[in-house]
């Protein structure tokens, strides 16, 4: 094995490096990874934006997919299950602590109050933007079963373990529940997918790029709305139109934006919910009135990040439903890690999917 391996680090400074990093022996229940698929995600595009200034280099990615290259024995996932050498296995670089109170007494590890976020950088650390991923005891990693592609796992990235987390803590979806997604992103394609495989009565999408849009109704959406050839008041008239009544709303913003905020809001009737998972970069307000959400009983939930079951439930998703669903053929571009910045830069492009870095080729 390599003792040393190429990372893409965010300087203090801005911008990306390659760095050369030591890789120390994986401890005792750790692994060693040699990375076949990051997964780029908006989370990055932020970080380039200098959204998230640190005082320090820390290293890029946390969507992972790898083959084991060495194993301090006995290792084992998430889910207890034994991993080996030569096995492939999902992580996020997401460590909790298993001590505090959102840990143990809430049961919310997603959240543990000691995460630090981003990490200060490591000799080599369990971040995905890497020839190879150090994965330390608590860290959150999952195996792949034999035949599950490696892009249908990737394709989703975080993506659809945050979707799942948000569809949960937004109550979950029925066969009498109609889903709105504003957002055709990996996101809102991920909600829309899970509440199909939920078994939602419809699923409508609002987004902007023609081929996001088609990418979701090839996951499940019964109709899609383009933001760029229709007004908010013809999307809401078409809404109603094709969801008509008899159903349970659950509108979900996962655009990451103000006004599609807004318009999730303008959605909602009685009994009605709101789940909101893109807007958590960045700040703003828009009006909202208090009494229309009283009147109306309507329930606005917040969401971010996501459990280890959800990633677990994500691979099992991969497992079960490949075949059926093009989850590997949602991965639309591949670059090498010496092409990270154009990689992250290219998410926003017309045909852009979901964008991959191949660290090893």
């Known amino acids: 094995m390599p003792r040393t391996a190429d990372t ?7 911008g990306l490096a390659l760095r050369t990093l030591d890789v120390p022996p994986p401890e005792p229940g750790g692994l060693l990874v040699r990375v ?5 995600c908006g989370t990055e595009a932020h970080i380039l934006a200098g959204e998230f200034p640190a005082p320090f280099a ?9 083959v084991v290259a060495e194993c301090a024995a006995p290792a084992h996932d998430a889910t207890g299950q034994p991993v080996a050498v030569g096995d492939t296995v999902y992580w996020t670089p997401s460590r909790p602590c298993h001590r505090c109170r959102r840990c143990v007494r809430e049961n919310d590890p997603a959240n543990c109050e000691n995460v630090v976020r981003p990490r200060p950088l490591e000799p080599l650390g369990a971040a995905t933007f890497s020839t190879l ?10 195996k792949v ?38 957002g055709a992103g990996p996101v809102g394609t991920a909600t829309a997918f899970a509440a199909r495989l939920a078994g939602a009565r419809r699923i409508v999408v609002v987004g902007g790029r023609p081929a996001r849009l088609a990418a979701a109704r090839a996951f499940g959406a019964d109709a899609v709305l ?4 229709t007004t908010r008041a013809e999307r809401a008239a078409a809404v109603d139109r094709l969801l008509g009544t008899g159903g349970r709303r659950l509108v979900v913003e996962a655009a990451g934006s103000l006004p599609a905020f807004e318009e999730s809001l303008a959605l909602l009737g009685r009994d009605d919910r709101l789940l909101v998972m ?3 970069a960045g700040s703003g307000t828009v009006p909202v009135d208090p009494f229309r959400v009283s009147r109306l009983g309507l329930r606005i939930t917040g969401s971010q990040l996501a459990q280890p079951a959800h990633y677990a439930e994500a691979v099992r998703i991969a497992t079960d ?5 093009p989850m590997a053929s949602y991965v639309s571009h591949r670059h090498p890690l010496t092409a990270t910045e154009q990689a992250i830069k290219g998410m926003s492009g017309p045909t852009a999917l979901k964008t991959v870095l191949e660290p090893n080729g």
């Open 8 to 14: 893409v680090v965010y300087e203090p400074t801005g």
């Open 36 to 40: 076949t698929r990051a997964g780029v």
């Open 58 to 66: 820390f290293a890029l990615g946390h969507e992972g997919v790898g």
């Open 133 to 142: 991923a150090r994965l330390s005891p608590g860290t959150s990693f999952h």
């Open 145 to 182: 079963p034999e035949g599950t592609p490696q892009d249908a796992v990737i394709a989703f990235g975080c993506a659809l373990p945050t979707a799942l987390h948000g569809l949960d803590r937004a109550g979950g979806v029925c066969p009498r529940d109609d889903v709105v997604v504003l």
């Open 226 to 229: 383009s933001r760029t050839t």
């Open 278 to 280: 893109g807007l958590w």
């Open 321 to 325: 439903h490949h075949a059926a669903y």
